[in-house]
C-alpha cells in the first residue's frame, strides 16, 4: 500500500552550515576590548564581512553588560551573527539570536592572534579518497523529549523509541526500532534518497531532504504501524512494511 | 552511607511533594534513619504537608550560606524519631542555591542519614538540576495523562545527563511512581493506562498510587499519608513503593481493582 503525503508545492527547510568565528571575551571587557583593538590594528579587517559568534558561557555578564559589549563591537566592525551560551536572562529583543549545538574543532590559534578560536560546524573536509566510508551511528537507549539527535554525516539507528519533543536530524537514512513519537528529518543536507524507517509511526513530524509532512497530514491508516518513508520528486511516499 | 534520592517530575502539581513525604515517612516506619529536603526555595511546601510549619527557624539556604549549622535547621518529625525535614527558605529565590552548597549539605546529611529524599521543584531549571545533581536514584512521579508523560520523559533524559552519576559514566537508577491514578477512567480511555505509560517511559514501576481523598485530606491535617491513614489505599501503595525502594521485590497491583478473584489477573510484576 502506497500513500501520497505530500501536495504538490512543499515548503523547503535544510539544514546548512557555515563557518563563523568565535569570539571568548573574558573580563573584565575594557582590557578585552584594548587587545582586540590590539589585534585589529596588527591585522586590518580581520572582521570585515565575517559571521562572528559571541561566545558568553561561564562569563558572569548580566543583559546590560551583554548590550555593551556589542555596541562596543559594532563600533569597531564586528559583526555578531548568533550568542552562544547566553543564560536566557541576559538575552534580550534586539539582540543576536542564541546559538546552541555548535561543535568545536581543534582550536586553531591564528598566527599572532591568541584571542580568536576558529570553530567548524562542520567536520573538517578529509583528505580525498578514491573510496569515502559511509557513516553511521547507533543509539542504544530511547531517546527522551528535549533531546536531539544531529548526525549529519551519515544514517542514525535508534535501538529504542523516539519521544514526543525529540528530535532526530541525519544526513542519511533513519532507523528506529521502537516507536517514533518526535520529529525525524532524514537526507538533511539535500539527501533525496534518504528514508526514514520505524517499528511504529506515531511521529509528529517526518522530511526527507527538506520536504517536511506534519502529524495532521499523514494518512491515519499508517499511525500505529510498521512503516518506511521515502521521497519521490516534492512528494514523501510511506509504504507499510510487513 | 546514605542513599540519596531525587523526586522529580518536570510537571508541576503531579504529586512530587505528597510522594516524598508519604516515602519519607513510610521508610522512617521501617526504623531508618530518613531526611527529607524541601528544593523548592521560593514555593516551599513540604513543611505544611510535614506538619512542621510552625518549626522552621533556619533552612537550606541559611545552610548554604553558613547562617546557620545543618543541625539546627534539621526538624524532628513529631511522630516519627527517626524522621527529619531540612525547609526551603520562602524569602529567598533559587538562585541562592550553589552547586558547592548543595553539594555540602548532601554530603553531610547522607553521612547520617540511611535515606536523603530531595523533594524536586518542578521546572528543568537550575533548582531542579541541584536537586538530582548527586541523587543515586530517582523516583518520577508521573500522572497517567500526556502532558505528565511527556515532562517526566525530559526530565528522564536530564537524569541521565546533567547527574553526577551520569558525567562519571554511571547509570542513573530511575523508578516510576504513577500517582492520581483511576482504574475506572483508565478502563475508559479518559487517561492513559499503566501500559500506555510504561512503555514510552521504559523505566520500572515501584508503585500506582490511587487518586483518593485521602490523600488531599492528609495534607490539610499536614501529615504524610503513610501517617494519617496507614490503611487507606494510597498509603498501602505508598509502603509498597518504599519496600521497593529499599529493594524488596514485589508485585505491583493496579489500584481500585477488587483483588482476590482477579487479583491475580491484574497483579502484575514491573516492568
New interface residues.
Given amino acids: 500500500m502506497t500513500k501520497m503525503l505530500t501536495d504538490a508545492r512543499s515548503i523547503r527547510i535544510k539544514g546548512r552550515s557555515f563557518l563563523a568565528v568565535v569570539l571568548a571575551p573574558d573580563l573584565p571587557f575594557d582590557d578585552w576590548l584594548v587587545r582586540l583593538d590590539d589585534l585589529a590594528a596588527r591585522s586590518a579587517g580581520f572582521f570585515l564581512g565575517r559571521p562572528v559568534v559571541l561566545d558568553v558561557s561561564d562569563l558572569p555578564i548580566d543583559r546590560t553588560q551583554l548590550k555593551e559589549l556589542i555596541t562596543e563591537l559594532a563600533g569597531r566592525n564586528v559583526n555578531i551573527m548568533g550568542i552562544e551560551g547566553g543564560r536566557p536572562s541576559i538575552l534580550g529583543p534586539g539582540m543576536p539570536p542564541a546559538l546552541k549545538g555548535g561543535r568545536p574543532v581543534s582550536d586553531e590559534a591564528v598566527a599572532k592572534e591568541p584571542i580568536i578560536e576558529l570553530r567548524n560546524s562542520e567536520p573538517k573536509p578529509s583528505v580525498p579518497e578514491a573510496r569515502p566510508t559511509l557513516q553511521s551511528i547507533v543509539i542504544r537507549?530511547?531517546v527522551?523529549?528535549?533531546?536531539s539527535v544531529i548526525f549529519p554525516e551519515g544514517d542514525v539507528t535508534i535501538i529504542?523509541?523516539v519521544?514526543?519533543?525529540a528530535e532526530i536530524i541525519a544526513g542519511g537514512s533513519i532507523h528506529i526500532y521502537g516507536?517514533l513519537?518526535g520529529r525525524a528529518m532524514a537526507g538533511s543536507l539535500g539527501n533525496a534518497s534518504a528514508r526514514i524507517f520505524c517499528r511504529k509511526l506515531e511521529a509528529e513530524l517526518l522530511a526527507i531532504d527538506g520536504i517536511y509532512k506534519m502529524a495532521d497530514d499523514m494518512a491515519p491508516g499508517l499511525r500505529g504501524h510498521s512503516v518506511q518513508l521515502w521521497l519521490e520528486g516534492d512528494s514523501i511516499m510511506a509504504e507499510k512494511l510487513i | 552511607m546514605g542513599k540519596v534520592i531525587v523526586v522529580t517530575s518536570g510537571k508541576g502539581g503531579v504529586g512530587k511533594t505528597t510522594s516524598t513525604a508519604a516515602l519519607g515517612a513510610a521508610l522512617a516506619q521501617r526504623n531508618e534513619r530518613v531526611v527529607v529536603v524541601d528544593f523548592d526555595v521560593g514555593l516551599r511546601n513540604l513543611d505544611l504537608v510535614m506538619g512542621a510549619e510552625r518549626r522552621v527557624v533556619y533552612d537550606l539556604i541559611n545552610v548554604i550560606q553558613g547562617e546557620a549549622k545543618l543541625t539546627q535547621a534539621l526538624i524532628r518529625d513529631k511522630r516519627l524519631e527517626t524522621l527529619f525535614l531540612l525547609p526551603a527558605s520562602q524569602t529567598r529565590d533559587k538562585d541562592n542555591l550553589t552547586p558547592e552548597g548543595v553539594e555540602r549539605v548532601i554530603t553531610e546529611l547522607k553521612r547520617v542519614f540511611d535515606w536523603v529524599i530531595c523533594d524536586s521543584p518542578a521546572g528543568i531549571e537550575s533548582g531542579a538540576t541541584l536537586a538530582m545533581r548527586h541523587a543515586d536514584m530517582a523516583v518520577v512521579v508521573t500522572n497517567p495523562e500526556v502532558s505528565s508523560v511527556r515532562d517526566s520523559d525530559r526530565i528522564i533524559g536530564l537524569l541521565d545527563s546533567k547527574t553526577m552519576k551520569a558525567e562519571r559514566g554511571e547509570r542513573m537508577e530511575k523508578h516510576l511512581l504513577l500517582t492520581r491514578y483511576d482504574a475506572n477512567r483508565a478502563e475508559r480511555g479518559d487517561m492513559l493506562k499503566v501500559e500506555d505509560v510504561l512503555e514510552i517511559l521504559s523505566i520500572p514501576l515501584i508503585g500506582i498510587i490511587p487518586e483518593s481523598m485521602d490523600v488531599l485530606r492528609a495534607s490539610n491535617i499536614g501529615s504524610p499519608v503513610t501517617l494519617a491513614d496507614a490503611r487507606s489505599a494510597p498509603a498501602m501503595a505508598y509502603f509498597e513503593a518504599a519496600r521497593r525502594l529499599a529493594g524488596e521485590v514485589l508485585p505491583i497491583t493496579i489500584p481500585g481493582e477488587k483483588r482476590g478473584i482477579f487479583g491475580k489477573i491484574f497483579a502484575r510484576r514491573a516492568a
Fill in positions: 537507549e530511547p527522551r523529549s528535549g533531546q529504542g523509541s519521544a514526543s519533543g516507536t513519537r
